[in-house]
């Protein structure tokens, strides 16, 4: 079964830092884009950053200060946080989009989250 599993969350005072992992246990890794996104309590989940073969894409509200990266040989993608802010406090969320390639297609895959609480 095709997953992705984050951790490296947790409770840090603003302008900490912390780093996220995204372990993706999906085929097709090496060819697939990576997206960060994040949901906080009563919001709905938006868009963070992005990793692909075009480059990497941030939110606005993040731009600067946070910074994605993948190791391919070891499928992961990493979320560098820093200067962080009580309203970068979220559950975050990789997700791997639905693709077609070659013919073939590979399913949206969403990991379970992983919760960053920054205090002020």
């Known amino acids: 079964q095709e997953q992705l599993v984050e951790s490296g969350g947790g409770l840090v005072q603003a302008g900490a830092s912390l780093r996220l992992s995204c372990r993706a246990l999906i085929t097709g890794f090496g060819f697939r884009s990576i997206v960060w996104h994040r949901q906080a309590p009563d919001n709905k989940r938006t868009f963070v950053a992005r990793i692909s073969g075009g480059g990497t894409f941030y939110h606005e509200s993040v731009e600067g200060r946070f910074s994605i990266s993948r190791d391919n040989s070891g499928k992961t993608v990493s979320l560098q946080m820093n200067a962080l802010k009580t309203e970068d406090s979220a559950v975050y969320y990789c997700?791997?989009?639905?693709?077609?390639?070659?013919?073939?297609?590979?399913?949206?895959?969403w990991g379970q989250g992983t919760q960053v609480t920054v205090s002020s």
């Open positions: 997700k791997a989009p639905g693709l077609t390639r070659s013919g073939e297609y590979f399913p949206e895959v």
